[in-house]
T-cell receptor
Framework: KAGVTQTPRYLIKTRGQQVTLSCSPI?????VSWYQQTPGQGLQFLFE???????NKGNFPGRFSGRQFSNSRSEMNVSTLELGDSALYLC????????????FGPGTRLTVT | QQPVQSPQAVILREGEDAVINCSSSKALYSVHWYRQKHGEAPVFLMI?????EQKGHDKISASFNEKKQQSSLYLTASQLSYSGTYFCGTEWADTGRRALTFGSGTRLQVQP
């Protein structure tokens, strides 16, 4: 079974630009969560989508948004990039249910200059 | 209200045991444990639900103390492959189901 895939793996952007990251979950997984990982703040929850609906959102500004498509693939968008947005962005997919195991993708390393 | 993990770092010799703690100031619904090796994605270890029993597989097990809102991860007879950073992720009992709040991590190094 193929794992979670994320594209692109590496990205360099300039302050003020916007960026879109893509995540393809494991086949059959309808829940996709996004996380930001930085050395200073650690792993922080961004949002979670299930069946094309955002069910949860973390404490991030409105510049961070996402969506999920009918095939469960998900994208996240960051507008008006700031230097502090430089991070590893991870997505994770899981099956529904209370005792769920999240499978993480390899991440997209975003560098904002 | 990020959960607090302790210790922040630990160095072991192969075969030694370790305990990693995760404490929350809020009532928990579940605690998830992940291990991340350098340059890799986090990998799921186990989940403990409120009211559930202690979990374990191989030489790694965990417990969830509801009275203390604390979970502990036990690594026994450590192997080199156990090296990495361990994170606990918590779900609050009142809100935010499926919105994990992670601790800052415990860096574990197992030496030969």
């Amino acid at each position: 079974k193929a794992g979670v895939t994320q594209t692109p793996r590496y990205l360099i952007k300039t302050r003020g630009q916007q960026v879109t990251l893509s995540c393809s979950p494991i086949s059959g997984h309808r829940s996709v969560s996004w996380y930001q990982q930085t050395p200073g703040q650690g792993l922080q929850f961004l949002f979670e989508y299930f069946s094309e609906t955002q069910r949860n959102k973390g404490n991030f500004p409105g510049r961070f948004s996402g969506r999920q498509f009918s095939n469960s693939r998900s994208e996240m968008n960051v507008s008006t990039l700031e230097l502090g947005d430089s991070a590893l962005y991870l997505c994770a997919s899981s099956l529904p249910g209370t005792a769920y195991e999240q499978y993480f993708g390899p991440g997209t390393r975003l560098t904002v200059t | 209200q990020q959960p607090v993990q302790s210790p922040q770092a630990v160095i072991l010799r192969e075969g030694e045991d370790a305990v990693i703690n995760c404490s929350s100031s809020k009532a928990l619904y579940s605690v998830h444990w992940y291990r991340q090796k350098h340059g890799e994605a986090p990998v799921f270890l186990m989940i403990l639900l409120k009211g559930g029993e202690q979990k374990g597989h191989d030489k790694i097990s965990a417990s969830f103390n509801e009275k203390k809102q604390q979970s502990s991860l036990y690594l026994t007879a450590s192997q080199l492959s156990y090296s990495g950073t361990y994170f606990c992720g918590t779900e609050w009992a009142d809100t935010g189901r499926r919105a994990l709040t992670f601790g800052s991590g415990t860096r574990l190094q197992v030496q030969p």
